[in-house]
């Protein structure tokens, strides 16, 4: 069953230690131009500037993509997702993007990591894997669902 909490807003690391799976952090809320992710929320690109979640402003030199955190290649077979030679998922799916810990499976208006965990659930107009869950972008706001592993 999922539960519903409200979402978190304020400064992202404080905000991403308080989280658990399944709580979404609103990174950024405005106007943009293009966005990338970056471990610690997304960078905004807003004319000439750019900034981390709308909030540290940052030189050009910062603007990357970090797509270097999928270490991993997730292979299809069929209705079957392997990851690093593990099979991760098997069945129904609508999409499909690699993420660090595996492969995001979108089914409905379900966001699920390796088909098991609920990461989001409900309408965007995008969304993209990241090391610390999935970006969902809504309009003009920007949101982490987060993912954590339960020590």
């Known amino acids: 069953m999922l539960?519903?909490?409200?979402?978190?807003?304020?400064?992202?690391?404080?905000?991403?230690?308080?989280?658990?799976?399944?709580?979404?952090?609103?990174?950024?809320q405005g106007l943009y131009d293009e966005y990338k992710m970056h471990s610690q929320g997304v960078i905004i690109r807003r004319n000439s500037m750019f900034s981390l979640n709308g909030q540290t402003v940052l030189k050009e030199r910062d603007w990357y993509y970090q797509d270097a955190q999928l270490k991993n290649s997730v292979i299809r077979d069929g209705d079957s997702f392997f990851f690093g030679g593990v099979l991760l998922y098997q069945g129904d799916w609508d999409n499909f993007k690699p993420h660090?810990?595996?492969?995001?499976?979108?089914?409905?208006?379900?966001?699920?990591?390796n088909g098991?965990?609920?990461?989001?659930?409900?309408?965007?107009?995008?969304?993209l894997p990241h090391a610390k869950g999935v970006v969902i972008i809504k309009n003009d706001e920007i949101w982490l669902a987060v993912y954590k592993i339960d020590h």
């Open 3 to 28: 539960m519903y909490r409200k979402p978190l807003v304020g400064e992202f690391s404080k905000l991403f230690n308080k989280a658990k799976t399944g709580d979404t952090i609103l990174l950024y």
């Open 100 to 113: 660090p810990r595996g492969v995001i499976i979108k089914k409905g208006q379900q966001l699920l990591l």
């Open 116 to 127: 098991q965990i609920l990461l989001y659930e409900g309408r965007w107009r995008n969304w």
